[in-house]
């Protein structure tokens, strides 16, 4: 059989590009495998009533750091299979780490390190100085040997480090090809549902930054989590992209320190670090990440070109997004920026796809080109379209109740937005239609 790497879709010739997903060169040959030493047997279960099965009580198992629970909708639940995926050395090993010390004091932990060995394991130990006294640890890269191990002893939450280097009896192909990280996957969401064991799975990203290996390892586990960050800076923001237990699309921020990761729960002073102060080329935002309003500082500098050609760059804003705002500027503002350079950065690493910190960064390049401050206090939210005119933006309330919170007075939205705020909202909101307007307000 030939398999796609993207949707793991099936053909039995190979084909240039997968009919189901669109993606060229990547169909790869698959032995079919017929093994069934070491397949795991399941009990056979007659079917039941749905209003019985919600009879039954549903507990979550806190891990002891609040951030990551939160994440995960408020702690583990039994059976589940959770996948995190991340560039090399972004603390990955470290967080899995944490909470296998923390789930080890509350019943039989099992840390399976495939990668690196247990002295290496035990170095990282006495550097987070947590309690590791109840951890097993067990290098071991078989995930046969791994399933005779939990039935023996018993082990209620175990960890994967990493999918990628594991391999399964039942699969052919080498580690990390498509069949075993498949195969692999497959096994261990067998083991966690029959025997009711929690499973963290460590998995590797490809230079584009999506997971290795098929699209269909996302699809088995319960839960993919994705742990970004510069690895020069010590932040590093954890994401929920699927959760079949809890909500999607929410973020913790956590510090990498000398001691292991420590969870920042007041986000807001990691990503505003210029809140009362007036600087040139430098406006606050707010943006919804998943069902969490963030206030981020936008920063933007505009200088004149030293060579031929200039030079746009945006570091966690869209780069597409970002040309059709300095396009705007151009065209509707009447704003030369053909012969400067335009660099706008999200402060504190993080990635946003919020449009409503369109108008924020519209600010920001406009203060930096005329070298004028933006007064302190002052927030934007607001979508900018290509006529120029500010766009309505979602859970208005829910944003300016976190900008109330974090102490800002003055706002600015869309005009569209202004029946749809609360009365009891105490900071001073301001609604215009069109950009132009806005520009010549503040400066």
């Known amino acids: 059989m030939f398999s796609c790497a993207n949707c793991g879709y099936q053909s039995v010739k190979w084909l240039g590009k997968c009919p189901l997903c669109g993606a060229w060169e990547s169909f ?40 990551f629970d939160r994440i995960l909708g408020g702690g583990v639940v039994r059976g589940e299979m959770i996948l995190i995926g991340g560039e090399p050395g972004v603390g990955k090993s470290t967080l899995l ?16 390190s495939a990668e690196e060995s247990s002295q290496q394991i035990s170095l990282r130990a006495k550097r987070l100085k947590t309690d590791f006294d109840n951890l097993y640890i067990l290098g071991e890269d078989d995930l046969q040997e791994v399933y005779n191990y939990i039935k023996e002893e018993g082990f209620k939450f175990m960890v994967i480090d990493s999918i990628q280097v594991v391999q399964c009896p039942i699969a052919d192909g080498s580690k990390g ?4 990280i498949r195969g692999c996957a497959d096994y261990l969401t067998q083991i966690a549902k029959s025997l009711g064991v929690v499973i963290f799975v460590v998995g590797h990203v490809t230079k584009e930054g999506a997971l290795a290996g098929p699209k269909l390892l996302e699809h088995i586990v319960d839960c993919v989590l994705y742990f970004e960050g510069e690895i020069v800076t010590s932040y590093r923001i954890l994401k929920a992209t699927k959760n079949r237990f809890g909500a999607t699309g929410d973020i913790a921020v956590f510090e990498m320190t000398s001691e292991g990761l420590r969870e920042i729960k007041k986000i807001n002073d990691v990503f505003l670090p210029h809140k009362n102060k007036p600087v040139s080329g430098s406006s606050v935002v707010c943006v919804i990440e998943g069902l969490r309003p963030i206030l981020i500082e936008l920063q933007s500098l505009v200088s004149r070109a030293s060579f031929g050609v200039v030079r746009r760059r945006s570091l966690g804003f869209d780069f597409n997004r970002f040309s059709l705002l300095v396009a705007i500027i151009e065209k509707r503002l009447r704003l030369s920026l053909s ?14 796809n919020d449009t409503a910190a369109d108008l924020g ?78 520009i010549d307000e503040i400066f």
């Open 28 to 67: 790869s040959e698959q032995k079919e495998t017929r093994a069934t030493e070491g397949q795991i047997t399941k009990e056979r279960q007659p079917p039941r009533l749905l209003k019985d099965i919600g009879k039954e009580e549903f507990k979550r198992v806190a891990t002891g750091i609040d951030e």
């Open 97 to 112: 780490l944490e909470v296998a010390s923390r789930l080890s004091q509350k019943e039989k932990t099992l840390y399976v």
């Open 177 to 180: 090809t498509i069949g075993q």
């Open 339 to 352: 012969s400067e350079d335009v660099f706008l950065n999200v402060a504190g690493g993080l990635r946003i």
């Open 361 to 438: 960064a519209v600010v920001a390049i406009v203060s930096s080109f005329k070298e004028k401050d933006i007064p302190a206090g002052l927030i934007f939210i607001g979508e900018v379209g290509l006529s120029g005119e500010l766009r309505r933006v979602n859970n208005i309330n829910l944003r300016l109740k976190s900008v109330e919170r974090a102490g800002f007075n003055r706002c600015i939205i869309p005009e569209g937005n202004l029946k749809e705020v609360d009365k009891d909202v105490k900071i001073k909101v301001e609604g215009f239609g069109a950009l132009k307007e806005i």
